[in-house]
């Protein structure tokens, strides 16, 4: 199995810039894609952006594209939501996904996920 726990969320304002973190362990996968989906109140979940293992390939949600960035250090087992530009729409709950093969941005189709972090963006 494997376990993947979220941390970094909070509250910023408007504009300002949050690190998220999804650390993992437990078994690991020669192919393997992380994701971040995020979901708000009465609101589907949504894909943000995923990264394959090598990190060669990265995919981004509309909403989010050119203010996210998603890393991963696999020496340190470790994704990253590097999330800039804030704004309140982006508040919502941030789930850290893990997947082992193929490339998908369907959260029915990621078999891990971490408990979420809440992230608030203050107007």
């Known amino acids: 199995q494997v376990q993947l726990v979220e941390s970094g969320g909070g509250l910023v304002q408007t504009g300002g810039s949050l690190r998220l973190s999804c650390a993992r362990s437990g078994r690991t996968f020669i192919f393997d894609i992380m994701a971040w989906f995020r979901q708000a109140p009465g609101k589907e979940r949504e894909f943000v952006g995923a990264?394959?293992?090598?990190?060669?390939?990265?995919d981004y949600g509309d909403a989010v594209k050119g203010r996210f960035t998603i890393t991963r250090d696999n020496a340190k087992n470790t994704m990253y939501l590097q999330m800039n530009s804030l704004k309140p729409e982006d508040t919502a709950v941030y789930y850290c996904?893990?997947?082992?093969?193929?490339?998908?941005?369907?959260?029915?189709?990621?078999?891990?996920w971490g408990q979420g972090t809440q992230v608030t963006v203050s107007s």
């Open positions: 996904a893990l997947q082992p093969g193929v490339w998908n941005m369907s959260p029915g189709e990621y078999s891990y």
């Open positions: 990264i394959n293992r090598s990190g060669s390939r990265t």
